[in-house]
């Protein structure tokens, strides 16, 4: 089973400023037939299910504010928000779709400073 | 709209039973196949089970397998996961989401989008 670590486990970031979470996965997540990184982010609020933000690793979902920009390749992958917006508070979680069982970091606690 | 509603959630005795549904409307369940994803009170998101747009195949994390079974009714769009021989750590809200269906050479989930708002299971004495 390829299991996804993120870092931090929270972070407390000001108004405008730059959050950066990381998120490795124990095995590559990297499709060498398409290219494509089989890895997905999501925000989650208190109360709400979670809500996709970006998939193929960098690719925004629409209606996605272009703050949040995903990015890395293989084991290796960071969700970062541009500018913390108060909207912006939740926990983020990565997901791997590449084989079974599909499986998803343990979440990064976003607030604000 | 795009929607998916879950039910059929509450509070059962360990060693019970439950069935859950979940809904669609906006969309054909068979298009693309589903899965469920829980989350104990305060914890992250684990899969749980998917099947296939056809129904013909599904899949089982460890920790359900031969308790849970998922199914699903093409002509009513519902899914199912019917879980028995419930214990504690059953205890999660149960989110039923739909896959974009992207295959690997291993796998054909994708990334989950929609989402159902979740059905909350306590298993407690």
């Known amino acids: 089973d390829i299991v996804m670590t993120q870092s931090p486990d929270s972070l407390a970031v000001s108004l405008g400023e730059r959050a950066t979470i990381n998120c490795k996965s124990s095995?590559?997540?990297?499709?060498?037939?398409?290219?494509?990184?089989?890895l997905a982010w999501y925000q989650q609020k208190p109360g709400q299910p979670p809500k996709l933000l970006i998939y193929?690793?960098?690719t925004r979902e629409s209606g996605v504010p272009d703050r949040f920009s995903g990015s890395g390749s293989g084991t290796d992958f960071s969700l970062t928000i541009s500018s913390l917006q108060a909207e912006d508070v939740a926990v983020y979680f990565c997901q791997h779709y590449y084989s079974t069982p599909p499986a998803f970091g343990q979440g990064t606690k976003v607030e604000i400073k | 709209e795009v929607q998916l509603v879950e039910s059929g959630g509450g509070l059962v005795q360990p060693g019970g039973s439950l069935r859950l549904s979940c809904v669609a409307s906006g969309f054909t369940l068979t298009t693309h196949g589903m899965s469920w994803v829980r989350q104990a009170p305060g914890k992250g998101l684990e899969w749980v089970s998917a099947i296939s747009g056809s129904g013909g195949s599904t899949y089982y994390a460890d920790s359900v397998k031969g308790r849970f079974t998922v199914s699903r009714d093409n002509s009513n769009n519902t899914l199912y996961l019917q879980m028995n021989s419930l214990r504690a750590e059953d205890t999660a809200v149960y989110y039923c989401a739909n896959g974009s269906g992207h295959c690997s050479s291993a796998s054909c989930y994708g990334w989950f989008d929609p989402w159902g708002q979740g059905t909350l299971v306590t298993v407690s004495s």
């Open positions: 095995q590559s997540v990297l499709y060498s037939s398409n290219n494509k990184n089989y």
């Open positions: 193929w690793a960098s």
